[in-house]
Every structure is written in structure tokens, then in C-alpha cells.
């Protein structure tokens, strides 16, 4: 054994993230949210209600706290009917003008990921919402609409 101590400094993290994924309605003024990767402090919140077509939004406005610019953020709700799943793992969607969105892949949660397949093998009618927001989109909920006919 030596008796000389061994100091250790690590620049790097554990790997824990330094934020938290909240429900976009649970957001309020006064709060501080992540916006274009940087923290701001909440002046401005709000939301539309879903529409007929399953739209739904909401609008953030942030003042970073470091340097106090004003930043903004959508985030965008819309449901889709699920058409087709390809050997790939892309959906085909059907828009509300009747064209097809074919460029989202299934989703990565285990639980989702099974409803959607298990359904769609079965044969059933399926809705699925998509959020969209910072330039990415994902499927993350499911409703069943019934069988198809």
C-alpha cells in the first residue's frame, strides 16, 4: 500500500438527465420550462382545444433566464387513422384532407408498440395521436375505433 492519496476529477456526468418530461397542460406561467435546448422562465401559455379533425395545441413563450431572449415552442397534437404497418416499422396514416403520411415509424415503447400491432393484426380500426414538437414526432397514444367494415 502507498501512502499517497489519489485525487479523481471527472468532467463527466452520470448520465442522468438534467430535465423531465412534463404533460404540456400542466405547464403555467411563472413556471420554467426547456425551450430550443436552453431554460426560460414561462410569461406566456396557450392552448387550443381538440378539434373536430383531433387537433390540438399548445403555444409556449420563455424568457431564457441567462440571457433574456424571448424564445417559442408549439407543441402539436394530431390523431391519424392507422392504414397500414410496413415490414419496416413505418406507419401509414391517413391525413384529414385524405392523403397519406408514411413517414413516422411505430413507437418505441414495449406496451404502445403491442397494442398497435396486436390490434392492427386483429383487424380493428385504430386511431393513433401523434405529438409533434422541436422538430420530431412520435406516436404516443392509441384509441381503438371499432372493427373495420
Avoid at 492519496?5 to 426547456?34: C, L, M, W
Avoid at 414526432?137 to 371499432?146: F, H, N, T, Y
Amino acid at each position: 500500500m502507498s501512502d499517497e492519496e489519489h485525487h479523481f476529477e471527472s468532467k463527466a456526468d452520470a448520465g442522468a438527465s438534467k430535465t423531465y418530461p412534463q404533460q404540456a397542460g400542466t405547464i403555467r406561467k411563472n413556471g420554467y420550462i426547456v425551450t430550443k435546448g436552453r431554460a426560460c422562465k414561462v410569461v406566456e401559455v396557450s392552448t387550443s382545444k381538440t378539434g373536430k379533425h383531433g387537433h390540438a395545441k399548445c403555444h409556449f413563450v420563455g424568457i431564457d433566464i441567462f440571457n433574456g431572449k424571448k424564445l417559442e415552442d408549439i407543441v402539436n397534437r394530431t390523431d391519424y387513422q392507422l392504414i397500414d404497418i410496413s415490414e419496416d416499422g413505418f406507419v401509414s396514416l391517413l391525413t384529414e384532407t385524405g392523403n397519406t403520411k408514411d413517414d413516422l415509424r411505430l413507437p418505441t415503447d414495449d406496451n404502445l408498440l403491442s397494442q398497435i400491432k396486436d390490434g392492427f393484426a386483429e383487424g380493428k380500426d385504430l386511431v393513433v395521436t401523434v405529438m409533434s414538437a422541436m422538430g420530431e414526432e412520435q406516436i404516443c397514444a392509441l384509441k381503438d375505433i371499432g372493427p373495420k367494415n
